[in-house]
């Protein structure tokens, strides 16, 4: 071989990043540098740069979770692999010009909750439905939509992009992808037709990838390459009292976990025994070790339902077929399409998993599910993502995380489960990086936090970091839950930060302390001049928690206390958070 | 600013500093209520809030589990009220009753000082709890603190016309050492702020108030239910003729003592003198302030009226008091007890009305499994009938019954399980518990939680000897400040430690002698294997009518303290 051992490691490390169509193009890319006899002796080949940006591809991300970005990611790496410059921009930082000056634009887009964007990409939405939109006269466009379709307004985020860039000019490479929460083959192949649909670059314009030669710098941990973690300590931060379980969770991160307050921590849960041993239960003659086939592969049944499957979410394909199977009208009624019943939806997958819909609505009789038919309707096993409660200044290579446990639940449950066992203690995890919720880059800014419930995970972090980092600007924080005595998350350590002047202020909303109910957002608005005041001496304002009415009634407060205090009509307070929120002093970290 | 009246050079304690900045017993208690990032108020307002008639106290079973949950301890308050004699409407009742269900942990505790206790008050109900408790005229004001506490009465019911009197007495006299400050009023009840940085004066206590708590009582003979000698403050009722003719005052005695620390101790009063009733306002009054300007301020150990005359002696005191009342009182009248604890079942009054005492294990009102305390008193308290009477033993009288309604009020008893006396033996109803853990700061052992325990254990060995339903008084306290009066019982349990406790050996039945420590840091087992050979003894070799305390004193087991005449 003629390769030293160094550049052999680099290859493969090469080759470990290139998929399936960026190793063909290697090839020959490679195949024809030594053709052309371009690899001189001596060269460099670790500084081939890539190619100035000239006018090319873009791919946009609207992400919420991850997904978008990733995939977002998957194609920048194959057209680049295809030779095309190439950038990948968040829908945070995008803006008009960049949009229009595209040749090729790529968007990739989440849908949240009632058909919403994703957080980051609130502004972008404003910018493409209205007067300064981007005119497109020389763009090519495609769309993929990722999107769940238990809820009624599927993909919407994803059909809104197609639309406006269309309306707007620009010319469909592509048809628009809306993709369920089982997209990984329809991604693959539309990442495929993209590279594809794309005319190729000129040959002497191509240099794929960038790398260094050794030391390889470890890679974060990410979402296909999760890493086992030790789990150092699982300590309930609820009163014995409490009737829903809260637990602070340490866990041993180390390399390829350098995260920074803000971020999230992916965790692949595995489904607790007691759902899987039900669900087997209603498969006739099943048995737990026998193998079964789902699409191409073939596993036990024990291992499709333990780790492979969600068992603890339900979706829309297992439920329409059970709908089916069982002729429950029930059930039917719970499918209904129309807005008022992707409520009811809600409200029934939020207190069922997949063995109470089996034992509540039994199949008819000759209608039985075999284990492959079964399995074939339920959706792979998704990771899930917790705000990260911790900073790296204070506590180092560990990783803390606040998760509320929900009974049954196959991620908080198999924490707990590994957190508390005597061997074995370790859950694949990886780095989930949340860029557009971060402290404000000037230390000096004052913060103001709202984050109620396990919301306050990555306050905990803030608080943390600019304590330890000597951050002269403000802190203030509104958390809320039901009860003082039992769920104040963190008592011991706000108190403290208060008397060590890390913390300045401390709001509290207990709902159901009393008669009538107290949220933050009635908090914010008690307190609505002297948030006026930290905003207009440039305070960052922050919010995480509850995606469905806590964020939402939170924003009213906001509003009424721009309209009152800055003597804005309500259009008007609205774009100031709107302003706000484009300055990235508006940030949301919602679900 | 006091100083100390012995001369001493030491530094006051620091109370006495928080005392004096304190507005009249304000202190930050408005700020503190208002401070929603804990449940605990502001260091120096848990000194001053006793004097309100509360204190800050935590569930001790799991302030380690909540430390390690970041939580504060759990913290919660209880509230003492002021009731004079212990003498409550059914009204009264069944507000407390509804208090405790609402803001409270659903029980009520009866104390030895015949007051109400609401445990598990927390902070932002505490507010709403006074104001409760105010609707129904009953108020918390120096129910703790360095002032004068709720005055005691006996519990006679033979003498109907005297109790009552007495309890008048009782009354008159909680009202005339009552502290003149509003605060209570401003901060629990809405009452006007006070303006400016003085608070009001007050003519009998001064800014700083008493050096450490005062504790006065009426007792009738021939019942020394309320332990006469183990008062501060005492007035011994002289009957002639049947009339109230004055009362023969008694000062200087005091329970609380400290572990390890010999200069603390419990001590029984000195008889003083006699004083015809309508000067017990006066004399009363003369004696705490005569122990408000020589008490010791500098060490809250040694701040109690005991040590005042124990220092200086009983002349001394006499001198001084006699001084300040103008000249000297009359000799004691005679007097005797002859008993001590409570007597249990139906009890006629000369006027013909029913009293019915009934034993309260632990002075705890609470839902049991068997006796349904809680709901079983609602249900006499809704009747409406007479009157319910706390004794100084911890149970409770429901007095002032008319005979026509005596049916009734049995059925109820019933039903609810609430006849323990009828069964209990002697040792059971007799036996006394301080609250002890988990809820008391100061507790160092069990108390209230095992009290019953003990007492059938104690029962056992009786019979294991002959002395079947044998009568002998336990107490057991969880630290040795002495709520339950542990050093006047034959049997005192004094806490040390978890499952620890000294063994207090060689009181007389009436509390009129000091038992002594016997064996320190024992647990059950050590106590019981101590206490066998002792009553194996006293079964073999006790006179007639011989208590154990007299046998265990006689036979030299103790000795018991000198006593200063």
């Not at chain 1, 497109?136 to 860039?165: H, I, M, N, Q, W």
């Not at chain 1, 993209?194 to 005319?199: E, I, K, R, S, W």
């Not at chain 2, 010791?296 to 001084?323: C, P, S």
């Not at chain 2, 002859?338 to 705890?364: A, N």
Request: charged share 20%; with cysteine; hydrophobic share 45%.
């Amino acid at each position: 071989m003629p390769l030293d051992p160094a550049a052999r490691a680099a290859l493969d490390h090469l080759a470990a990043h290139l998929g399936p169509a960026g190793l063909w193009w290697a090839a020959g890319y490679l195949a024809g540098l030594a053709q052309a006899g371009a690899v001189a002796a001596g060269a460099n080949v670790g500084n081939v740069a890539a190619p100035a940006a000239e006018a090319g591809v873009l791919v946009l991300t609207a992400s919420q979770t991850g997904n978008a970005r990733r995939l977002g990611e998957k194609l920048r790496e194959a057209l680049a692999a295809a030779g095309h410059a190439v950038k990948v921009v968040g829908a945070a930082d995008v803006n008009a010009k960049q949009l229009a000056a595209a040749r090729t634009l790529f968007a990739v887009a989440s849908t949240q909750g009632e058909g919403e964007p994703p957080d980051e990409a609130r502004g972008l939405w404003e910018l493409l439905a209205g007067r300064k939109a981007p005119k497109f006269a020389d763009t090519a466009f495609a769309v993929f939509g990722l999107g769940d379709s238990s809820y009624p307004l599927f993909c919407e985020a994803g059909k809104f992009l197609d639309e406006r860039f269309a309306t707007l000019g620009a010319k469909r490479l592509l048809d628009r992808v809306d993709s369920d929460v089982e997209y990984a083959d329809e991604a693959e192949a539309w990442v495929a037709a993209a590279v594809a649909a794309v005319p190729a670059p000129a040959v002497r314009a191509v240099a794929p990838v960038t790398f260094s030669f050794a030391p390889v710098a470890v890679r974060d941990a990410d979402k296909d390459h999760p890493r086992e973690v030790g789990i150092l300590a699982a300590q309930r931060i609820v009163a014995r009292q409490a009737d829903r379980a809260v637990v602070h969770y340490e866990l041993e991160a180390g390399e390829g976990f350098a995260y920074e307050p803000g971020d999230s921590l992916g965790v692949w849960p595995l489904n607790p025994a007691a759902v899987v041993a039900r669900v087997a239960a209603h498969l006739p003659g099943a048995v737990l070790d026998a193998p079964v086939v789902r699409g191409k592969q073939e596993r036990p049944l024990g291992e499709w339902l333990g780790e492979q499957l969600e068992i603890t979410r339900l979706a829309r394909p297992f439920l329409e077929a059970q709908a089916e199977r069982s002729g429950a009208a029930e059930l039917a009624a719970v499918l209904d399409k129309s807005p008022a019943g992707g409520a009811r939806l809600q409200a029934f997958v939020a207190n069922a998993n997949v063995a109470d819909v089996l034992e509540r609505f039994p199949v008819q009789a000759g209608r039985e599910w075999n284990a492959g038919e079964l399995l074939a309707a339920l959706r792979p096993l998704a990771p899930r993502l917790y705000s990260i409660a911790s900073s790296r200044a204070a506590v180092g290579e560990e990783v803390h995380l606040t998760i509320a446990s929900v009974d049954h639940g196959a991620a908080s449950g198999h924490l707990w489960q590994r957190g508390t066992a005597a061997n074995g203690n370790t859950v694949r995890a990886y780095l989930e990086r949340n860029t557009h919720f971060r402290l404000p880059a000037d230390a000096s800014q004052d913060v103001i936090m709202i984050g109620p419930g396990t919301g306050v995970a990555p306050f905990r972090a803030f608080v943390q970091e600019r304590g330890e980092t000597g951050a002269s600007g403000r802190n203030w924080l509104f958390f809320g839950a039901r009860h003082f005595d039992t769920e104040f998350l963190y008592q011991l350590e706000w108190q403290q930060a208060l008397k060590d002047g890390r913390l300045n202020r401390l709001d509290l909303a207990f709902s159901r302390d009393q008669a009538q109910k107290i949220y933050v957002q009635d908090r914010l608005r008690e307190q609505a001049a002297d948030l006026w005041s930290w905003l207009q001496g440039g305070a960052s304002l922050y919010v995480c928690g509850d995606a469905t009415r806590m964020a939402p009634d939170v924003h009213a407060a906001l509003r009424e206390m721009a309209q009152q205090q800055g003597g804005l009509d309500a259009a008007a307070a609205e774009a100031w958070l709107a302003e706000l929120a484009a300055t990235k002093r508006y940030l949301r970290d919602v679900y | 600013m006091s100083k100390s009246p012995n001369g001493s050079t030491a530094p006051l304690s620091p109370v006495e500093g928080i005392k004096t900045r304190s507005r009249a017993l304000r202190g930050s208690l408005v700020e503190s209520l208002a401070n929603p990032v804990t449940g605990a108020i502001a260091d120096d307002d848990t000194q001053l809030i006793k004097f309100h008639g509360s204190y800050q106290q935590d569930d001790r079973d799991v302030r380690e589990e909540r430390r390690q949950q970041k939580l504060e301890p759990a913290f919660s308050f209880m509230i003492r009220t002021r009731l004079p004699g212990g003498v409550a409407t059914p009204q009264q009742w069944l507000a407390l009753d509804a208090i405790t269900r609402e803001f409270g942990n659903g029980t009520l505790k009866l104390t030895t000082r015949q007051a109400f206790q609401v445990h598990g008050v927390v902070k932002r109900h505490l507010r709403d709890t006074f104001m409760a408790m105010n609707r129904v005229a009953i108020d918390c004001i120096a129910a703790c603190g360095d002032v004068n506490r709720n005055v005691m009465a006996g519990i006679n019911p033979a003498q109907s016309a005297v109790h009552a009197e007495i309890h008048a007495y009782a009354r008159g006299l909680s009202e005339h050492l009552l502290p003149h400050t509003r605060a209570y009023h401003e901060i629990w009840l809405d009452g006007e702020k006070l303006v400016g940085e003085v608070g009001e004066a007050e003519p009998l206590y001064g800014p700083t108030y008493l050096p450490r708590k005062f504790k006065a009582a009426i007792v009738l003979p021939p019942h020394n239910d309320v332990d006469i000698y183990t008062q501060d403050l005492g007035f011994i009722a002289i009957v002639e003729d049947g009339q109230l003719v004055g009362f023969n005052l008694t000062a200087g005695g005091g329970l609380g003592a400290t572990h390890g620390e010999s200069a603390t101790f419990p001590r029984l009063a000195n008889l003083i003198g006699f004083l015809p009733k309508e000067r017990l306002n006066e004399v009363a009054a003369t004696v705490m302030t005569t122990q408000r300007d020589f008490g010791d301020r500098t060490n809250r150990k040694h701040a109690r009226l005991k040590y005042t005359i124990q220092d200086r002696g009983v002349a001394w005191f006499k001198e001084e008091l006699f001084r300040r009342l103008g000249g000297p009182l009359a000799a004691p009248k005679p007097f005797s007890f002859t008993t001590r604890g409570d007597r249990f079942g139906w009890e006629t009054g000369e006027d013909g009305r029913l009293h019915l005492t009934l034993r309260v294990p632990g002075g705890r009102i609470v839902d049991g499994p068997t006796a349904k305390w809680m709901a079983g008193l609602r249900a006499y308290a809704e009747l409406g009938l007479g009157e319910l009477r706390l004794t100084a033993n911890q149970n409770l009288q429901l007095a002032n019954i008319a005979a026509s309604e005596q049916a009734k009020v049995n059925t109820l008893v019933t039903e609810y399980g609430l006849g323990i006396h009828e069964a209990a033996t002697p040792v059971a109803l007799d036996a006394i518990a301080c609250v002890a853990l988990p809820t008391c700061a100061l507790a160092m052992a069990e108390a209230e939680r095992y009290i019953m325990d003990f007492s059938a254990r104690v029962d056992t060995l009786l019979t294991s000897h002959g002395l079947d339903r044998e009568r002998v008084s336990v107490r057991i306290t969880g630290c040795p400040n002495g709520c339950a009066r542990p050093y006047v019982a034959e049997i005192g349990l004094v806490g040390k430690a978890p499952g620890r406790y000294n063994l207090m050996l060689g009181a007389d039945a009436l509390g009129t002698r000091l038992n002594t420590l016997y064996r320190e840091n024992l647990d059950e087992t050590a106590i019981l294997a101590a206490l066998d050979p002792l009553i194996a003894g006293w079964a073999a070799g006790r006179r007639a009518g011989e208590t154990f305390g007299d046998w265990t004193v006689r036979n030299g087991v103790v000795v018991p303290p000198a006593v200063e005449a």
